[in-house]
Protein backbone atom coordinates (compact mmCIF):
# COMPACT_ATOMS: atom_id res chain seq x y z
CA UNK A 1 0.00 0.00 0.00
CA UNK A 2 1.46 3.53 -0.57
CA UNK A 3 0.60 7.20 0.03
CA UNK A 4 3.41 8.77 1.52
CA UNK A 5 2.13 12.17 2.75
CA UNK A 6 -1.47 12.48 4.43
CA UNK A 7 -3.33 13.97 7.11
CA UNK A 8 -6.05 12.70 9.95
CA UNK A 9 -7.41 12.22 13.78
CA UNK A 10 -5.74 10.10 15.64
CA UNK A 11 -7.79 7.08 16.75
CA UNK A 12 -5.46 5.21 19.63
CA UNK A 13 -1.66 5.27 20.63
CA UNK A 14 0.78 2.73 21.72
CA UNK A 15 1.33 2.68 25.43
CA UNK A 16 4.77 3.84 24.79
CA UNK A 17 3.72 6.63 22.91
CA UNK A 18 4.12 10.41 24.33
CA UNK A 19 3.16 13.75 22.85
CA UNK A 20 0.16 12.40 21.12
CA UNK A 21 -3.74 11.49 22.00
CA UNK A 22 -6.52 9.90 20.60
CA UNK A 23 -8.29 12.79 18.78
CA UNK A 24 -5.25 15.26 18.41
CA UNK A 25 -5.52 16.20 14.51
CA UNK A 26 -1.79 14.82 12.41
CA UNK A 27 -0.11 15.38 9.54
CA UNK A 28 2.05 12.38 8.31
CA UNK A 29 4.95 12.50 6.76
CA UNK A 30 8.64 10.32 6.34
CA UNK A 31 9.76 8.18 8.85
CA UNK A 32 13.95 8.71 10.76
CA UNK A 33 15.26 6.60 13.30
CA UNK A 34 16.18 9.69 15.93
CA UNK A 35 18.99 8.65 17.12
CA UNK A 36 21.78 8.05 14.29
CA UNK A 37 24.42 11.07 14.04
CA UNK A 38 22.80 12.66 11.46
CA UNK A 39 19.07 12.50 13.08
CA UNK A 40 20.85 13.81 16.10
CA UNK A 41 22.11 16.54 14.79
CA UNK A 42 18.92 17.61 13.27
CA UNK A 43 19.18 16.28 9.55
CA UNK A 44 16.33 13.36 9.85
CA UNK A 45 16.08 13.35 5.69
CA UNK A 46 19.50 12.33 5.50
CA UNK A 47 18.57 9.49 8.08
CA UNK A 48 21.00 6.29 8.21
CA UNK A 49 17.75 4.24 8.05
CA UNK A 50 16.16 6.07 5.77
CA UNK A 51 15.31 3.39 3.26
CA UNK A 52 14.71 0.86 5.52
CA UNK A 53 11.96 2.49 7.56
CA UNK A 54 10.58 4.27 3.91
CA UNK A 55 11.18 1.87 1.30
CA UNK A 56 10.76 -1.96 2.14
CA UNK A 57 7.14 -2.43 2.52
CA UNK A 58 7.61 -3.51 6.11
CA UNK A 59 8.47 -3.03 9.35
CA UNK A 60 12.50 -2.82 10.14
CA UNK A 61 11.69 -6.47 12.16
CA UNK A 62 10.19 -7.61 8.64
CA UNK A 63 6.55 -7.75 9.87
CA UNK A 64 4.06 -6.12 7.82
CA UNK A 65 1.27 -3.53 9.55
CA UNK A 66 -1.17 -5.52 7.40
CA UNK A 67 -2.24 -8.90 6.25
CA UNK A 68 -4.45 -10.43 3.91
CA UNK A 69 -5.75 -14.03 3.99
CA UNK A 70 -2.76 -14.39 6.11
CA UNK A 71 -0.04 -13.24 3.88
CA UNK A 72 1.65 -10.31 4.32
CA UNK A 73 0.75 -6.64 2.39
CA UNK A 74 3.34 -4.08 0.91
CA UNK A 75 3.26 -1.69 3.63
CA UNK A 76 4.67 1.18 5.54
CA UNK A 77 5.34 3.08 2.83
CA UNK A 78 7.28 6.57 4.00
CA UNK A 79 6.12 4.37 7.26
CA UNK A 80 2.56 4.78 6.97
CA UNK A 81 1.20 4.05 3.67
CA UNK A 82 -1.58 7.15 3.83
CA UNK A 83 -3.68 5.78 0.98
CA UNK A 84 -5.99 4.18 3.37
CA UNK A 85 -8.92 5.05 5.88
CA UNK A 86 -6.59 3.96 8.59
CA UNK A 87 -2.88 4.23 8.96
CA UNK A 88 -0.07 2.88 11.36
CA UNK A 89 2.44 5.33 11.93
CA UNK A 90 5.36 6.10 14.53
CA UNK A 91 5.80 8.73 17.28
CA UNK A 92 8.59 9.95 14.61
CA UNK A 93 6.58 10.72 11.71
CA UNK A 94 3.63 11.79 12.84
CA UNK A 95 3.20 15.73 13.57
CA UNK A 96 -0.15 17.25 16.21
CA UNK A 97 -1.42 20.08 14.16
CA UNK A 98 -4.01 23.07 15.48
CA UNK A 99 -7.48 21.43 16.23
CA UNK A 100 -8.69 23.81 13.41
CA UNK A 101 -6.11 22.89 11.05
CA UNK A 102 -7.75 22.01 7.71
CA UNK A 103 -6.84 18.32 7.13
CA UNK A 104 -7.47 18.29 3.47
CA UNK A 105 -5.06 21.61 3.03
CA UNK A 106 -2.21 20.29 5.57
CA UNK A 107 -1.82 16.88 3.99
CA UNK A 108 0.40 18.03 1.24
CA UNK A 109 2.60 19.76 3.66
CA UNK A 110 4.06 16.02 5.22
CA UNK A 111 6.24 15.85 1.98
CA UNK A 112 5.51 18.00 -1.47
CA UNK A 113 5.08 21.52 0.11
CA UNK A 114 7.52 20.55 2.35
CA UNK A 115 10.10 19.69 0.01
CA UNK A 116 9.54 22.69 -2.09
CA UNK A 117 9.41 25.22 0.78
CA UNK A 118 12.65 23.28 2.32
CA UNK A 119 14.75 23.43 -0.10
CA UNK A 120 13.98 26.95 -0.23
CA UNK A 121 13.88 27.59 3.29
CA UNK A 122 17.13 25.02 4.34
CA UNK A 123 18.61 24.46 1.80
CA UNK A 124 19.27 27.59 -1.10
CA UNK A 125 17.88 30.27 1.61
CA UNK A 126 17.60 33.51 -0.66
CA UNK A 127 17.78 36.74 0.89
CA UNK A 128 15.76 39.76 -0.30
CA UNK A 129 17.85 40.69 -3.20
CA UNK A 130 18.54 37.42 -4.69
CA UNK A 131 16.53 36.33 -7.67
CA UNK A 132 15.53 32.53 -7.54
CA UNK A 133 14.19 30.31 -10.53
CA UNK A 134 11.80 27.62 -10.34
CA UNK A 135 11.63 25.13 -12.51
CA UNK A 136 8.27 23.01 -12.45
CA UNK A 137 4.98 24.58 -11.56
CA UNK A 138 3.59 21.53 -9.47
CA UNK A 139 3.03 20.84 -6.00
CA UNK A 140 6.64 21.21 -4.81
CA UNK A 141 7.50 24.21 -7.34
CA UNK A 142 4.87 25.81 -6.29
CA UNK A 143 5.59 25.66 -2.94
CA UNK A 144 9.08 26.63 -3.56
CA UNK A 145 7.39 30.11 -5.01
CA UNK A 146 5.21 30.50 -2.16
CA UNK A 147 7.83 30.46 0.49
CA UNK A 148 10.44 32.32 -1.80
CA UNK A 149 7.76 35.18 -1.54
CA UNK A 150 7.17 34.71 1.87
CA UNK A 151 10.54 35.79 2.62
CA UNK A 152 10.66 38.34 0.49
CA UNK A 153 12.59 37.38 -2.26
CA UNK A 154 13.35 39.97 -4.66
CA UNK A 155 12.64 38.19 -7.93
CA UNK A 156 10.90 34.74 -8.31
CA UNK A 157 10.67 33.92 -11.79
CA UNK A 158 8.14 30.37 -12.40
CA UNK A 159 8.76 28.50 -15.54
CA UNK A 160 6.42 26.05 -16.84
CA UNK A 161 4.69 24.44 -20.24
CA UNK A 162 1.55 24.94 -19.39
CA UNK A 163 -0.16 28.92 -19.07
CA UNK A 164 -2.58 28.47 -16.83
CA UNK A 165 0.08 26.50 -14.12
CA UNK A 166 2.25 29.96 -15.03
CA UNK A 167 -0.60 32.05 -14.27
CA UNK A 168 -1.32 30.50 -11.05
CA UNK A 169 2.38 30.82 -10.13
CA UNK A 170 2.30 34.29 -11.01
CA UNK A 171 -0.96 34.24 -8.51
CA UNK A 172 1.14 33.07 -5.35
CA UNK A 173 4.28 35.18 -5.40
CA UNK A 174 6.14 34.57 -8.51
CA UNK A 175 7.48 37.74 -9.54
CA UNK A 176 7.66 36.73 -13.69
CA UNK A 177 6.66 33.61 -15.57
CA UNK A 178 7.79 32.12 -18.56
CA UNK A 179 7.20 29.07 -21.50
CA UNK A 180 9.39 26.33 -20.77
CA UNK A 181 9.28 25.41 -24.13
CA UNK A 182 11.28 29.00 -25.50
CA UNK A 183 14.24 28.66 -27.37
CA UNK A 184 15.77 31.81 -25.08
CA UNK A 185 15.18 30.81 -21.84
CA UNK A 186 18.65 31.21 -20.64
CA UNK A 187 18.58 34.83 -22.49
CA UNK A 188 15.56 35.65 -20.85
CA UNK A 189 16.53 34.37 -17.54
CA UNK A 190 19.45 36.66 -17.28
CA UNK A 191 17.35 39.73 -18.57
CA UNK A 192 15.49 39.56 -16.03
CA UNK A 193 18.00 39.26 -13.20
CA UNK A 194 20.62 41.19 -14.20
CA UNK A 195 23.05 38.70 -15.52
CA UNK A 196 22.15 35.48 -14.25
CA UNK A 197 19.98 33.75 -10.83
CA UNK A 198 21.73 33.40 -7.81
CA UNK A 199 19.49 30.44 -7.27
CA UNK A 200 17.68 28.03 -9.25
CA UNK A 201 15.02 24.97 -8.24
CA UNK A 202 14.57 22.09 -10.63
CA UNK A 203 11.38 19.84 -10.20
CA UNK A 204 11.10 18.40 -13.33
CA UNK A 205 14.09 16.03 -13.40
CA UNK A 206 14.56 16.20 -16.98
CA UNK A 207 18.03 16.88 -18.09
CA UNK A 208 17.69 19.41 -20.55
CA UNK A 209 15.57 22.35 -17.84
CA UNK A 210 18.29 21.04 -15.41
CA UNK A 211 20.72 22.55 -17.64
CA UNK A 212 19.32 25.21 -18.77
CA UNK A 213 18.71 26.09 -14.65
CA UNK A 214 22.49 25.87 -14.21
CA UNK A 215 23.37 27.84 -17.43
CA UNK A 216 20.95 30.42 -15.84
CA UNK A 217 22.45 30.84 -12.48
CA UNK A 218 24.93 33.90 -12.30
CA UNK A 219 28.57 33.67 -10.77
CA UNK A 220 28.42 31.66 -7.42
CA UNK A 221 24.88 30.83 -7.83
CA UNK A 222 22.97 27.52 -6.60
CA UNK A 223 21.09 24.97 -8.07
CA UNK A 224 18.93 22.11 -5.69
CA UNK A 225 17.94 19.36 -8.13
CA UNK A 226 14.91 16.95 -6.54
CA UNK A 227 12.99 15.78 -9.66
CA UNK A 228 13.09 12.42 -10.35
CA UNK A 229 14.13 12.00 -13.99
CA UNK A 230 17.21 10.72 -16.28
CA UNK A 231 19.93 9.33 -13.99
CA UNK A 232 22.71 11.39 -16.72
CA UNK A 233 21.54 15.01 -16.69
CA UNK A 234 24.76 16.20 -18.86
CA UNK A 235 26.07 19.31 -17.26
CA UNK A 236 28.51 21.61 -18.48
CA UNK A 237 31.40 20.98 -16.33
CA UNK A 238 33.61 23.96 -17.63
CA UNK A 239 30.20 26.37 -17.09
CA UNK A 240 29.85 24.54 -13.47
CA UNK A 241 33.87 25.13 -12.91
CA UNK A 242 34.38 28.55 -14.27
CA UNK A 243 30.90 29.91 -12.18
CA UNK A 244 32.01 28.51 -8.77
CA UNK A 245 28.35 27.09 -8.90
CA UNK A 246 27.01 24.84 -6.55
CA UNK A 247 24.57 21.67 -7.65
CA UNK A 248 23.34 19.78 -4.96
CA UNK A 249 20.09 17.27 -3.99
CA UNK A 250 17.47 17.32 -1.53
CA UNK A 251 15.26 14.74 0.19
CA UNK A 252 12.50 16.34 1.50
CA UNK A 253 13.96 19.80 1.80
CA UNK A 254 16.39 19.17 4.39
CA UNK A 255 13.26 19.87 6.41
CA UNK A 256 12.42 17.90 10.09
CA UNK A 257 8.93 17.65 9.68
CA UNK A 258 8.08 18.64 13.42
CA UNK A 259 9.24 21.93 13.20
CA UNK A 260 8.60 23.10 9.28
CA UNK A 261 5.26 21.33 8.65
CA UNK A 262 3.86 24.06 11.51
CA UNK A 263 5.78 26.50 10.48
CA UNK A 264 4.08 26.66 7.17
CA UNK A 265 0.80 26.54 8.76
CA UNK A 266 1.36 29.15 10.71
CA UNK A 267 2.56 30.86 7.24
CA UNK A 268 -1.20 30.01 5.70
CA UNK A 269 -2.74 31.05 8.59
CA UNK A 270 -1.34 34.47 8.38
CA UNK A 271 -1.89 34.39 4.23
CA UNK A 272 1.40 34.04 3.45
CA UNK A 273 1.86 30.47 2.39
CA UNK A 274 -1.74 30.01 0.10
CA UNK A 275 -1.75 26.71 0.07
CA UNK A 276 -4.98 26.08 -0.08
CA UNK A 277 -4.93 27.55 -3.98
CA UNK A 278 -3.46 24.68 -4.71
CA UNK A 279 -4.97 21.74 -3.72
CA UNK A 280 -8.55 20.12 -4.66
CA UNK A 281 -9.85 17.34 -2.94
CA UNK A 282 -11.09 14.66 -4.54
CA UNK A 283 -12.90 11.34 -3.21
CA UNK A 284 -10.27 8.13 -3.01
CA UNK A 285 -12.68 6.01 -5.06
CA UNK A 286 -12.00 8.44 -8.13
CA UNK A 287 -8.06 8.16 -7.57
CA UNK A 288 -7.45 7.25 -11.54
CA UNK A 289 -9.26 10.49 -12.19
CA UNK A 290 -7.13 12.14 -9.74
CA UNK A 291 -4.11 11.04 -11.59
CA UNK A 292 -5.66 11.98 -14.93
CA UNK A 293 -6.59 15.18 -14.07
CA UNK A 294 -3.15 16.19 -12.53
CA UNK A 295 -1.62 16.85 -16.72
CA UNK A 296 -5.04 19.09 -17.20
CA UNK A 297 -6.62 21.05 -14.22
CA UNK A 298 -5.15 19.87 -10.83
CA UNK A 299 -2.26 20.76 -9.38
CA UNK A 300 -2.15 18.75 -6.31
CA UNK A 301 -5.34 16.37 -5.51
CA UNK A 302 -5.52 15.06 -2.26
CA UNK A 303 -7.37 11.64 -1.78
CA UNK A 304 -10.51 11.68 0.95
CA UNK A 305 -12.25 9.32 2.17
CA UNK A 306 -15.69 8.99 3.52
CA UNK A 307 -16.60 7.35 7.02
CA UNK A 308 -16.35 3.76 7.20
Known amino acids: MYGHEGA ?11 GVRPGDRVVLSYNSCGICARCAAGRRAYCARFAPLNNAGHRPDGSTTLNRQGAGVWS ?36 GFQTGAGSVLNVLRPEPGSALVVFGCGGVGLAAVMAAAALGTGTVIAVD ?21 STDLGDRIRDLTG ?82 RLVTPVPFERIDEAVARMSTDIVKPVLTFSPA
Do not use: Y
Not at 8 to 18: D, L, S, Y
Not at 79 to 95: D, I, K, M, W, Y
Open 8 to 18: GIVEAVGAEVT
Open 76 to 111: SFFGQSSFARHALATRENVVVVPEDTDLVTAAPMGC
Open 161 to 181: LDRDRRALAAEVGATHTLDGA
Open 195 to 276: GGATHAFDTTGAPSAIRDAALALAPLGSLVVVGLGAADIGIDAMDLIGGGKTIRGSIEGDANPQDLVPLLLDWQAAGRFPAE
